[in-house]
């Protein structure tokens, strides 16, 4: 494989770990590695910590300003109350999360925050 493609590989991976349920499935790997400690030349270390890095980045609205964070929290939530609305008028249920009238967005906020912020940078 070319070096433009792994690169294009790499930046593929890098973005989808941003992705709630690719960042859960990381979160293994990334507890091992920070448990041995960085090994620079220890190349999935390497990638791990690029995707890291990338996740760390995407969430940073958490570690900014309260009225930062409750912006980016009325966007996100606009965003998932919009996908809830769409997936009622095809006759599906939504998750709890994207439902505008079963959601408790700060109750949501506060888990978000212990099970995934905190422990990311941890």
């Known amino acids: 494989m070319g070096e433009y493609s792994c690169i294009l590989d790499l930046m593929r991976d ?5 992705d709630l349920a690719q960042h859960l499935l990381l979160l293994p790997r990334l507890e091992t590695m920070a448990r041995q400690g ?3 030349n220890n190349s999935e270390h390497h990638h791990l910590l690029l995707c890291l890095l990338m996740t760390a980045a995407d ?11 409750r912006h980016v ?12 609305d769409l997936e009622k ?3 599906r249920q939504p998750s709890v ?3 505008r ?20 940078y941890r």
């Not at 969430?59 to 009225?67: A, C, F, G, P, V």
């Not at 929290?73 to 809830?84: N, S, T, V």
């Open 97 to 99: 999360h994207m439902d």
């Open 101 to 120: 009238e079963k959601a408790c967005v700060p109750d949501l906020q506060i888990s978000f925050i212990d099970y995934i912020a905190i422990p990311l």
């Open 38 to 40: 960085y090994q620079a």
């Open 59 to 69: 969430l940073s609205d958490q570690t900014k300003s309260w009225r930062n964070v």
């Open 14 to 18: 890098i973005i989808l770990a941003t």
């Open 89 to 91: 008028e095809l006759g």
């Open 73 to 84: 929290a009325h966007l996100i939530y606009d965003e998932f109350f919009g996908q809830g």
